[in-house]
């Protein structure tokens, strides 16, 4: 392959990818043409991308960047899969994916520049709770604090009101009130 195809290979990988510091390592040798359009198909609904890639020509182009995480796995044919929220959400997908195509081999991902390698590593990652879900995790941990703190406030209190209620009402109805 000549230099300026493999530069030309390069500038297209870096407009794909663009500044993505997360992605997924996948192999499809061995599925059909059939079942790896089914696969892209279904992929592209949930805005996941699956580029094959010629890893020396990917390494050139990020081997600079967090995806240099993954040089360890890139022997044999290799599929780069980025998208969505997060990679998480990736790797969630093609776990379900490789359910129905047990021919997906999960190479490896890597998340904020830490690389999960292997099966094993890929559905820990599918584990692991997307942005949007932290987040919420996050804020109702931080609000339940108050809220206990509201219930503890305003239990005492509205019992008292109670009672200041139910004496209203007697004096109200010209009741006498006992001593205590």
């Known amino acids: 392959m000549s230099k300026p195809v493999k530069e030309m290979i390069v500038r297209d990988y870096k407009n794909r990818v663009g500044d993505l510091e997360d992605a997924m390592l996948i192999s499809l040798r061995g599925i059909s043409a059939n079942d790896t359009n089914e696969i892209r198909q279904t992929l592209a609904k949930k805005e996941i991308r699956v580029t094959v890639i010629r890893n020396a020509l990917f390494m050139k182009a ?13 022997t044999g044919s290799n599929a780069l899969a980025y998208g969505a929220e997060s990679v998480v959400e ?56 108050a809220r206990n703190l509201m219930g503890a406030v305003k239990g005492p209190g509205s019992r008292l009101l109670g009672v200041i209620k139910a004496i209203e009402e007697k004096l109200e109805k010209g009741e006498s009130i006992a001593k205590v």
């Open 90 to 145: 990736v790797a969630r997908e093609i776990v379900e994916l490789a359910k129905t195509f047990p021919g997906i081999e999960l190479r490896g991902a890597v998340l904020d520049g830490e690389l999960y390698a292997g099966e094993e590593g890929v559905t820990r990652l599918s584990k692991f709770p997307t942005r949007e879900e932290a987040i919420a995790e996050d804020v109702t941990l931080i609000l339940s604090p």
């Open 62 to 74: 990020f081997g600079d960047s967090k995806l240099a995480e993954l040089s360890p796995l890139l």
